[in-house]
């Protein structure tokens, strides 16, 4: 007789259905084929024929099994249940080292069944993960590419800016041709110098005029880089020398887009506005860029270079304009190498700068150089970043820890059973590790999300902005930082889950002994946490108040509804002062006529223009006292079309603006602003007194001062303001004018009729930095504005994490406690106090670690001094504010696990277990 | 005889109506509605298991094993609220459609 359950189950294969499913399937077929065998035996057939015949009468096992699994739904297995059968029916390897390997996979898929048991709590803790990693990522990525990489040239290390310094105290200036001959001539340890400077040209070819910012720099300048051309050849070491016919290498860019990457650029001859054309000699590389410190302005994109012609010998020395990079012989070391130059600029200010004594030629590296300004903060962020994750595996080894305490009994019992101590911690440790890599790999997605995003909003001058991405070497760092916060966040749960004492955790479980070691460790956890808390919080308080009162500074005029543009008049066709002052003025006439508009000026440079007008000396009188020896001044000074002030809204202080009558017919006049106005004649008016222009031995040319202004913010935000004197362009007219249009209708409406008087006038030439006056201010303050968006980000997300963790402890202290707090109710206490005392426990955790913050705050206090402004690092009223700030969310958090406390019934609690 | 359409369209509702008068288990089931229709309709075993472990995961029925002296114990059937409701149900949407096809085969051209 045969065993129909056999053969049922030796054909039919339900690997999806749970063993006792399976097992009731079986059972029923059997059943079924005995009937229908027994029928058949009725019916005549023998009793092997009947078997035979019920053997065939299911004819597709296959079928049969997937119509019953598919049918059988709700009682499938879950996937992770066959893998992991499937693992454990593998035949177990050889002891040892492999049994350890072997079980990895065993204890990874016991790891996610864990994470998936608990969906909340292992979202919350990927969704904290991938929130600071990502952050580290991104910040990482900046300081990586701006601060880490060395400059894409050949021995970076070895290259540097040389610059003037009047005095230890003052701020560096550019170097005058002299000045850089000096060094060619003197200097040992140096490979060479090579002259930087900048201007405008407009190009005629390829298109419509457009105005190219041109790089005009000594023939040296690439050898010394060490570049290789794209196409071509770069300048003959001759090519400075005046005289020399003038050669041109474009930028890579320029080649591409405007002679369409053409293959016989080279020996062509392109034409500009200005003199003869000029023959290319060769393509830049492309991508190339020339990094140079951002105080030296020189602008990070130059679209053609030309040879700057000049007799270094026959200059004035005084005339500062002249970029210097330098670069070391080999073995060179920098602190020698300023040695040399101290020794030069000593032996050099004998004979030349009697009256400027403390003349020194400070030289720095390139890279340090260029990211000076944005290093620190850049490591403020990424501290802060630091901070967000520490913060996070902190909570999740609270979280981790809580969920140990439920599962006490769980490792005992195995500990009895003889499972290693290690295998435990290895559990513990893998679920941490798994959640971190996660959660590492969602933070990489975000923060390359966000650096993208965020590229868009960089201020556009920020140094080195091209190697901001994630990279090997930012992929590489964030997996690590993944793993050491898997590792922090899981250790010490692991470390708690091994060392449980058997037989007390087999009889107390979760409430004993063991419960409140775990307690006192959270609250340590919790304290910490708060306290890296409020050190965000106050950082982020800091640098937002800094950012507000940088937008509270006084411009001096106001940048409103105000289109900005430069005109520059090639000197070919516009040969004198007369005939550029008569187009500038003519087209300053014809914009005033135009609808919408309100009033239209200009001056050589607009605040934060791009360039940077050279400050001549003037000198002044000294009272009325002709034979008193005139006293040398350096201010920054510029020429200005009529109505310049009063297009700016800068208030009059004293005297008058200029007006269409300061020609070169009339009385020679000047403005100057109140900062030198008090400084010259601290006792009397400036209206009436003198000004010359010019430097010695020539005769000096005086103005008169018909007008005082606020000394306007040009240049800096927050640094010194120079003195400031303006001139008529009437009396002595620049090559270029930035015209400021302000307007009653949108401002960039007016842009396209503007261009159309412009080529009207002439026809060759083209607008350039077209910008509204608002927005460039606003650029100015761009990276603060960024860093104030990151900081208080940072914080905040600091912030959220900490209240989980508070809300989390306090919560699993009052279930702890629950026993505790059913006998007061039982013995009289009334709600009140129940709530008063839970909240309170939470309130001295969060004082605990506001106390701890505050010290630590005040002792890191200093790094964060050079991103502020206006707020000390120590300000008491931020500090204060914080931490009360803190003190009641951290009640708030407390409120709910009070209210459930309060609400224990006392028989249930007394129950409870 | 009939075809798999028609005879997959109607299974569910033949073994909800049988199962009404009281449990049986599968092999009877499958027996009774070869016999009650005269041997026109026969549905295979390995249709017609799969058909009532589809109507106990929708609640219609409800199988429950039985002991029964001297032999191997059996999964009873039985109707539960539900099915009852969804039999009623399929046997009006039944009448309806037999009547409606009927008027169309019965009238006339026209």
Request: charged content about 20%.
């Amino acid at each position: 007789m045969r065993d129909w359950e056999d053969f049922v189950r030796g054909h039919l294969e339900l690997p999806q259905l749970l063993p006792e499913r399976e097992q009731r399937i079986v059972r029923e077929l059997a059943a079924m084929l005995e009937d229908a065998a027994a029928d058949a035996r009725r019916a005549g057939l023998s009793p092997d024929e009947a078997e035979t015949r019920m053997t065939s009468l299911i004819g597709d096992w296959t079928s049969l099994a997937s119509d019953i699994q598919r049918a059988d739904r709700p009682h499938r297995r879950p996937r992770l249940q066959t893998l992991q059968d499937r693992i454990d029916a593998r035949p177990t390897g050889r002891a040892g080292r492999w049994t350890m390997l072997s079980r990895i996979p065993q204890d990874l898929l016991f790891a996610l069944r864990m994470m998936r048991k608990r969906p909340f709590f292992t979202a919350a803790a990927i969704l904290t993960l991938a929130l600071a990693i990502g952050a580290n990522t991104a910040i990482f990525s900046a300081v990586h590419g701006i601060l880490l990489e060395p400059f894409p040239y050949p021995h970076p290390d070895r290259l540097g800016v040389v610059y003037t310094q009047w005095s230890p105290t003052s701020d560096v200036f550019w170097m005058s041709e002299q000045e850089v001959q000096d060094l060619r001539d003197q200097s040992q340890l140096f490979q060479g110098f090579a002259s930087l400077l900048y201007g405008s040209a407009t190009l005629l070819e390829g298109g419509d005029p457009m105005r190219l910012t041109v790089g005009m720099v000594s023939a040296n300048l690439f050898s010394l880089l060490e570049l290789q051309p794209a196409v071509g050849g770069f300048f003959s070491p001759d090519a400075d020398v005046p005289g020399t016919p003038v050669q041109a290498i474009l930028s890579h860019e320029l080649w591409r887009t405007r002679f369409g990457g053409d293959p016989d650029i080279v020996d062509r001859e392109i034409r500009f506005d200005s003199d003869t054309p000029v023959r290319v000699a060769g393509v830049l590389p492309e991508g190339f860029r020339l990094h140079v410190p951002k105080r030296t302005n020189f602008p990070a994109r130059i679209d053609l270079w030309y040879p700057y012609q000049v007799d270094y010998r026959s200059g004035q020395r005084g005339n500062r304009n002249i970029t210097t990079l330098a670069k070391l012989k080999p073995g060179a070391t920098w602190s020698q190498a300023q040695a040399e130059l101290d020794r030069i600029a000593a032996s050099l200010r004998e004979e030349f700068y009697p009256s400027d004594s403390e003349v020194t030629f400070p030289a720095f590296p390139l890279h340090s150089d260029t990211v000076r300004e944005i290093r620190p903060t850049l490591l403020i962020l990424l501290a802060a970043s630091g901070l967000v994750l520490l913060i996070a595996c902190v909570n999740i080894a609270n979280f981790l820890l809580a969920r140990g305490a439920t599962r006490v009994k769980e490792f005992a019992i195995r500990t009895a059973l003889g499972a290693g101590r290690g295998r435990l911690m290895s559990q513990s440790l893998i679920e941490s590790l798994v959640l971190a890599i996660i959660g590492g790999a969602a933070g990489i997605l975000l923060a390359w999300a966000g650096v993208r995003v965020l590229s868009a909003y960089l201020p556009s001058k920020l140094p080195r902005l091209d190697a901001i991405q994630i990279d090997a070497v930012v992929l590489g760092a964030s997996t690590a930082v993944s793993l050491v916060a898997g590792f922090f966040s899981g250790v010490v749960p692991a470390l708690r889950s091994a060392r449980s004492d058997v037989n007390r955790s087999l009889k107390e479980g979760a409430r004993g002994q063991t419960g409140s070691l775990r307690v006192r460790l959270r609250s340590i956890l919790v304290v910490s946490e708060i306290a890296l808390s409020l050190m965000l919080l106050i950082g982020g308080i800091l640098i937002v108040r800094s950012f507000l009162n940088l937008q509270q500074i006084q411009l001096g005029y106001d940048p409103s509804d105000t289109l900005t543009f430069t005109v520059g008049l090639p000197s070919k066709r516009y040969p004198d002062d007369e005939a550029r002052y008569r187009f500038f003025r003519t087209l300053q006439e014809r914009i005033q006529g135009m609808a919408g508009v309100q009033s239209v000026s200009g001056n050589v440079l607009l605040p934060f223009g791009r360039f940077l007008w050279i400050p001549s000396f003037t000198f002044y009188h000294p009272g009325d006292d002709p034979s008193a020896e005139p006293q040398v001044i350096s201010a920054l000074a510029r020429p200005a079309l009529p109505g310049y002030f009063h297009t700016l809204r800068t208030p009059i202080a004293e005297g008058r603006d200029f007006e269409a009558r300061d020609t070169s017919d009339s009385e020679r006049v000047a403005i100057i602003d109140e900062t030198l106005a008090s400084r010259l004649w601290p006792d009397s008016s400036a209206i009436g007194k003198r000004l010359a222009r010019g430097s010695l031995p020539k005769e000096p040319a005086y103005a008169t001062i018909i007008g005082v202004v606020p000394n306007l913010c040009l240049t800096t935000l927050t640094g010194g303001r120079p003195g400031q004197v303006y001139w008529p362009a009437g009396q002595g007219s620049p090559g270029s004018i930035s015209y400021a249009v302000r307007s009653r209708v949108p401002p960039q409406s007016l842009l396209k009729p503007i261009q159309a008087e412009v080529a009207a006038l002439d026809p060759n030439l083209a607008l350039d930095e077209i910008a509204l006056l608002k927005d460039t201010v606003s650029e100015v303050m761009a990276p603060q504005r960024m860093t104030s968006v990151l900081m208080v980000a940072f914080a905040l997300i600091g912030l959220t994490i900490a209240l989980v963790g508070v809300y989390a402890v306090i919560s699993y202290t009052v279930n702890l406690r629950t026993y505790e707090i059913g006998l007061r109710f039982a013995l009289g206490a009334r709600p009140w106090d129940v709530y008063k005392n839970v909240v309170g426990h939470g309130m001295r955790l969060a004082a605990l670690g506001i106390l701890l913050g505050l010290a630590g705050t005040a002792a890191l206090a200093g790094t964060l001094r050079s991103l502020l402004f206006g707020v000390s690092a120590t300000d008491p009223s931020s500090y204060a504010a914080v931490s009360l700030a803190l003190l009641a969310t951290a009640s708030l958090a407390c409120l709910l696990p009070a209210r459930r406390a309060a609400r224990v019934d006392p028989l249930a609690a007394l129950h409870h277990e | 005889m009939f075809s798999s359409e028609l005879k997959k369209g109607s299974m569910e509702m033949l073994i909800l109506s049988l199962l009404e008068a009281r449990p049986r288990h599968g092999y009877e089931l499958g027996k009774l509605i070869e016999t009650r229709s005269g041997g026109k309709l026969k549905f295979a075993l390995p249709s017609l298991y799969p058909a009532l472990l589809r109507l106990e995961k929708r609640g219609l029925i409800k199988g429950r094993w039985v002991e029964e002296p001297g032999k191997r114990s059996r999964c009873f059937y039985r109707l539960t609220a539900e099915g009852l409701r969804v039999l009623g149900v399929k046997r009006e949407t039944w009448k309806e459609y037999v009547a409606a096809v009927d008027r169309i085969l019965g009238a006339p051209n026209a």
